[in-house]
C-alpha cells in the first residue's frame, strides 16, 4: 500500500502544483493542519516582527516544503507607516491600540498591555507577490484587528485565492479596529462564501471572594473561513474553475477538516472535476479525507440528533471548571 501521506492518485492530476499558503502573521510558523499535506504545499510567509521573521527563515531549511519568510508589515498603500503596539503577549501586537477600557474587564488583560511601540513600513501584498513571481492559493491573516487593510491590499490577487482564514472581531479589542460584520461585508462583495466559525469568548474578572460559573462568556474574537464562489465548492457543479485550481482546492478544504463539502465535489464530479473517473474521484477522496467510522458512531448520531443531546450539552457545560477565564470552538471541527 503506497504511503497515504506521498498521495499518488491526487498527484496524477494535479503535477507538480503545489499549493501556496500564504501565512500574514507568521509567527511560530504555519498551523499543525498543513502536516498532513507538507509534500502538496509550499508556504509564504509575513511577520512584521523582524526578529521572529529571522528565526523563521533560519529554520525554513529544515522544513519539508519549500518556505520563504518576508519580514514586512502589510497594509492597504505601498510605502505607507504604522505604529506597532508590541503588547506583553507577542501576539497581541497591534497596528491599533489595545482598548484598555474594556480588556482590563477580563483576566487575559496584562497580555494586551503595550510594552513598546516601534514605526514599521507597510506594503501591499499584491506588490510583493508581483515582485517575487509569487501566487496565494491560501490566504491565512492574523494581525490583531488590521485584517481588512490587508485584503484590500491583496487587489485582484485576492479574487485567485481559493480559501481565505481570518481572525475576527466581534466587539471591539483594538480601538477603531474593523469588525467582523465589516470583513464579511467586503468577503461577500469580492465573492467569497463564509464557510465556518471558530469562536473565542471571554468571561468577567471577579472578585476571589466570589464564586465562579462555567456559563456564559462575551463573545470577543473568532478564526472565520471563507471559500471562493468559483471554486465551486459552494457553487456545485457550476465551477469555472480548472482542474489543479480545483483539487488545490479541495486540499485546502480537507486541510480545514471541511470533509463533507471535498466528498460532496468528488462525487458530483461537476465542473473540471468531469475529466476524472469516478474511480479515481473516490481514491482522492480516501486520501483526503481519513476514515473515521466507528462502531459507537451510529449510536452518537442519534444521540446528537436528539433533545437528550441538548440536555447533555448543558450537563457537560455545568461540570466545566468555573475558572476558565475563556473558551473557544474546536478548531473548524
Known sequence: ?????????????????????????????LHTRWGRFESLIGAIGFEADAEECALLNAAAASLPYPATFIPV??????????????????GCSSLFVPNEAFAREFPGWPDMEVVKTMEIPLAR?????????????????DVQGAELDVLRGMGDELLGTLVVELEVEFVEQYLGQPLFHDVATFMDATGFALRGLRRTC???????????????????????????????????????ADLARRLKGLIALAAYRQDDVVLWSLSRGGGSLAEIPESDRLAIGAELVPHTRSVFGP???????????????????????????????????
Open 73 to 90: 508589515g502589510l497594509g492597504s498603500v505601498d510605502g505607507a507607516f504604522g505604529t506597532l503596539h508590541i503588547c506583553r503577549q507577542p
Open 125 to 141: 501584498m499584491d506588490t510583493i507577490l508581483r515582485q517575487r513571481n509569487l501566487t496565494a492559493d491560501v490566504v491565512k491573516i
Open 1 to 29: 500500500m503506497p504511503d497515504p501521506g506521498t498521495f499518488p492518485i491526487l498527484r496524477k492530476y494535479l503535477g507538480k502544483n503545489r499549493v501556496s499558503v500564504v501565512d500574514v502573521g507568521a509567527r511560530r510558523g
Open 299 to 333: 449510536y452518537l448520531n442519534r444521540l446528537f440528533r436528539s433533545e437528550a443531546s441538548r440536555k447533555l450539552r448543558r450537563f457537560v457545560d455545568g461540570l466545566r471548571d468555573g475558572a476558565a477565564e475563556d473558551w473557544h470552538d474546536p478548531d473548524f471541527y
Open 202 to 240: 471571554w468571561r468577567y474578572s471577579l472578585p476571589r471572594s466570589w464564586r465562579r460559573s462555567a456559563r456564559g462568556g462575551q463573545l470577543v474574537h473568532g478564526d472565520a473561513l471563507f471559500v471562493n464562489r468559483d471554486l465551486g465548492a459552494i457553487a456545485g457543479s457550476d465551477a469555472r
